[in-house]
Nanobody, 124 residues
Framework: QVQVAESGGGFVQAGGSLRLSCTAS????????MGWFRQAPGKEREGVAY????????LYADSVKGRFTISRANAENTLYLQMSDLKPEDTAMYYC?????????????????WGQGTQVTVSS
């Protein structure tokens, strides 16, 4: 049974940094494109970053470009999201997921194997 787990969230002041991690059991992440999403209360889940299996194709939401960096350590079966210069509007539950269907990288509908999420709270 595949289980995906995110970690690394927390409470940080504006301008601070956090690094999120995503691991999976029973699923070799290095063979799949992966994405990070976030969802704030009352809002739809939105795509934050995407990385293909080789790490050579990376995409970001405009709102996080230049501040967030997605990466993967295939030998550790781990996906990362380095977040810097955090803003209060980055406050959300963050999820990683596996892209298993064709379609837009930022569409939650083309992803599966969602974890429980990790909360990021940024104070002003």
């Amino acid at each position: 049974q595949v289980q995906v787990a995110e970690s690394g969230g927390g409470f940080v002041q504006a301008g601070g940094s956090l690094r999120l991690s995503c691991t999976a059991s029973a699923l070799p992440l290095d063979t799949y494109p992966m994405g990070w999403f976030r969802q704030a209360p009352g809002k739809e889940r939105e795509g934050v970053a995407y990385i293909n299996p080789t790490g050579l194709a990376i995409l970001y939401a405009d709102s996080v470009k230049g501040r967030f960096t997605i990466s993967r350590a295939n030998a550790e079966n781990t996906l990362y999201l380095q977040m810097s210069d955090l803003k209060p509007e980055d406050t959300a539950m963050y999820y990683c997921a596996v892209k298993i269907r064709s379609g837009a990288w930022n569409s939650p509908a083309v992803y599966d194997y969602w974890g429980q999420g990790t909360q990021v709270t940024v104070s002003s």
